[in-house]
């Protein structure tokens, strides 16, 4: 068969084998043998960043047997000879250069060019459709944003671990980091980005090579690890440092993550996305109800997740059933035993039982129905102060609970006011207690909120100071009535130093601003009595009542005298 005819075979089942993609470096063998080729190579050339040729580990391997930039189709370890080079063009710059290479002592005048050009040629073409599938590979395969592995590669390479090994010995985590999103509003978003792949690349160095890390999206991540290193995992992304940032250079940040686990019993077997399920109840149960920073998965976590989808069902109803009742909390002065206040806290009846607040508040925090619970149980204090007024009573100034979240409901300062209208109240009947806790992003908005509300004449409370991050910036720019101090505080009362240092600070700076204290949480008679000694005499805690319904505060209205210190 002459040579032509035997290279044109060869092509022929080069490009057929190609079309059915059974691409591999064998199929280059026989055309090099054919023509005496001792090695047929390329390099590729996508810039700096060449992730395809120099994928990172976790991601897919392409099967090239590369020698540093280059990569190798076929090489029969001859010593080497003559080198033809050919370049190829894209968007003005090489993009591909193909090598073929004789052995060593024969001469150009044997070697037919014209023939090792249109080689050159088809190897350039066949190059480039592997590379298009190559990158397509990694776009299916791959977090554009960190580089790392996203779910669909993760699924793979998981499957692939557990049949060697049983699917026992793997822990499953779910991870979600805490509090992420204030690195993007104090650094700014593009500090967030850098973060979030320094980080997706320091939790990739955290496992072996056997073991997973993708990125589900945002701040989430999923990992799969050996049962045995599951201990050393938990103490290394416990805290996570993100330094030497592009965009923030300077700064330093600690990472920490909500994380919900999955683990098997012996011998038992899940498929992937059970066990991502499991793993991500037991993270929002970390993260929502328990605020634990791990949380292992169990049957009893379901019956949650079932018990919170039925308070989100029944919410809407059970708020249109009035189910929802204040309970008052007296305020009372020490000094006199004189009742000045209540506080209403919220406490859910449904078809004769208790809903207790930890069972409902972060369901419905999380699935944003907060400020609708908020304006309903004002409502309903509203209306409490409505019938007391009509059994001719004169209740003290009661204050009612508004979230944050609130912040951001449009016109919520307007709703607040037509409620109070509806009852035929006047403003400076009523308190709006807001939390302390606020982040810089709100302060804007909650400077408004005061605002707007103080001049109609509701009075403000600031509840649980103490506990935040930016307490005395609050009470310079929050043109608050009172401050409330936080319950963590008196029940180290009266033994600790420190907590009286502070809350002996915060009741000197609250008189200096014309500003009322209400300490909350005071149980025992030594607490009143420390806090007396402080210069705080208005209380609310157990000591004076625990919260109790309207019938029980009415008869605390008719006879409003507690016992003093």
């Known amino acids: 068969m002459h040579i032509n005819e035997i290279i044109g075979n060869d092509l022929k089942r080069l490009f057929r084998l190609i079309a059915e993609e059974k691409q591999d470096d064998s199929v280059y063998e026989e055309i090099c043998v054919h023509l005496d080729i001792s090695r047929l190579s390329y390099e590729l050339d996508f810039g700096e960043d060449n992730e395809v ?20 189709l076929y090489d029969d370890k001859r010593t080497k000879g003559l080198k033809l080079e050919y370049s190829y063009y894209y968007d003005g710059r090489k993009h591909v250069k193909a090598y073929i290479e004789f052995p060593y002592g024969m001469p150009k005048s044997d070697v037919d060019l014209e023939l090792m050009q249109f080689l050159s040629d088809i190897v350039c073409v066949l190059i480039s459709r592997r590379t298009m599938r190559t990158m397509l590979e990694r776009a299916q395969t791959t977090d554009v944003q960190t580089g790392i592995p996203n779910l669909v590669y993760m699924n793979r390479k998981y499957n692939k671990t557990i049949t060697r090994v049983p699917a026992s010995d793997i822990v499953f985590i779910r991870m979600n980091l805490k509090n992420f999103k204030y690195i993007n509003e104090a650094a700014g978003a593009r500090t967030g980005d850098e973060a979030i792949a320094q980080y997706a690349n320091k939790l990739l160095s955290m496992v072996n090579e056997d073991e997973g890390v993708c990125r589900l999206g945002g701040d989430n991540f999923v990992v799969y690890i050996h049962k045995e290193n599951y201990e050393i995992f938990k103490e290394k992304v416990s805290c996570v440092l993100i330094s030497n940032l592009l965009t923030s250079p300077g700064q330093t940040f600690s990472v920490s993550a909500w994380m919900g686990v999955s683990i098997l019993e012996p011998g038992q077997d899940k498929p992937f996305f059970e066990r991502l399920n499991e793993a991500s109840i037991a993270c929002d149960m970390a993260k929502g109800r328990f605020r634990k920073s791990i949380v292992e998965f169990d049957d009893s976590l379901v019956d949650m997740v079932n018990q919170g989808r039925e308070i989100i069902s029944i919410f809407r109803p059970a708020i249109r059933k009035h189910e929802f009742h204040p309970f008052f909390q007296p305020k009372v002065d020490m000094k006199t035993g004189k009742l000045v206040g209540f506080e209403a806290l919220c406490r859910w009846i449904h078809e004769g039982r208790f809903i207790y607040p930890d069972q409902f508040i972060p369901i419905l925090d999380k699935n944003a129905m907060i400020p609708a619970l908020d304006i309903a149980i004002f409502r309903e204090t509203c209306a409490s ?7 001719g009573m004169n209740p003290p100034l009661i204050s009612s609970n508004f979230s944050k979240k609130n912040l951001f409901v449009p016109r919520i300062e307007e709703s607040i ?7 035929g109240l006047q403003p400076e009947e009523l308190e709006i207690e807001i939390t302390e806790s606020v982040r810089e992003v709100e302060y804007a908005p ?3 909120f005061v605002k707007d509300l103080k001049k109609t004449g509701i009075h403000i409370s600031i509840d649980d100071f103490g506990t935040g991050y930016s307490s005395l910036s609050l009470i310079h720019n929050i043109d608050a009535d009172v401050i409330k101090i936080d319950r963590s505080f008196v029940e180290l009362l009266p033994d600790d130093e420190k907590s009286k240092i502070l809350i002996e600070s915060i009741i000197n700076i609250a008189n200096r601003l014309n500003m009322s204290v209400v300490a909350e949480g005071v149980e ?30 009415t ?5 409003p005298q507690f016992k003093t210190i």
């Open 53 to 72: 040729r120099r994928p990172k580990r976790g991601n897919p391997e392409y099967g090239d047997k590369t020698t540093e930039d280059l990569i190798i």
């Open 385 to 391: 102060i409505r019938q007391w007024k009509n059994m």
């Open 417 to 423: 006011l037509e409620v109070i209208e509806e009852y």
């Open 446 to 448: 909650l400077m408004e």
């Open 524 to 553: 025992t008679e030594e607490q009143g009595r420390a806090l007396m000694e402080l210069g705080c005499n208005t209380a609310q805690g157990y000591f004076f009542g625990k919260p109790v319904d309207f019938d029980t505060a």
């Open 555 to 559: 008869k605390l209205l008719e006879n």
